[in-house]
């Protein structure tokens, strides 16, 4: 079993930024790792993804150009900083590692997640 905690979520301004951090409880150096979100009466969503070496990254259109994917293989951690934040940014957003064949957005690639942490963006 692999545990994924996130942390680094909150309420901020819109045009602020935010860093969410992923920290896993083995090593995760050989597995691509993503984010997903989750907003109200919506369905999950793919937010970015890294691969093991970080030297591959892809990003829902949404968010291209705003966020940015990272990884810390020594740290077993995976970050996603976010700037200019608009309130359509609003959702839980999860870290996922994976661990199954797929493309890089789709829910099915990632085997084991996390809690998740909620980010709430305001007008």
């Known amino acids: 079993q692999v545990q994924l905690v996130e942390s680094g979520g909150g309420l901020v301004q819109a045009g602020g930024s935010l860093t969410l951090s992923c920290t896993a409880s083995?090593?995760?150096?050989?597995?691509?790792m993503g984010w997903f979100r989750q907003a109200p009466g919506k369905e999950r969503e793919f937010v970015a993804s890294?691969?093991?070496?970080?030297?591959?990254?892809a990003y829902a259109d949404s968010v291209k150009g705003r966020f940015t994917i990272s990884r810390d293989n020594a740290k077993n951690t995976v970050y996603l900083q976010m700037n200019s934040l608009k309130p359509e940014d609003t959702a839980v957003y999860y870290c996922?590692?994976?661990?199954?064949?797929?493309?890089?957005?789709?829910?099915?690639?990632?085997?084991?997640w996390g809690q998740g942490t909620q980010v709430t963006v305001s007008s």
């Open positions: 996922a590692r994976g661990g199954n064949s797929g493309s890089a957005d789709n829910p099915s690639r990632y085997d084991f």
């Open positions: 083995t090593s995760t150096r050989k597995h691509p």
């Open positions: 890294i691969s093991w070496s970080g030297g591959s990254t």
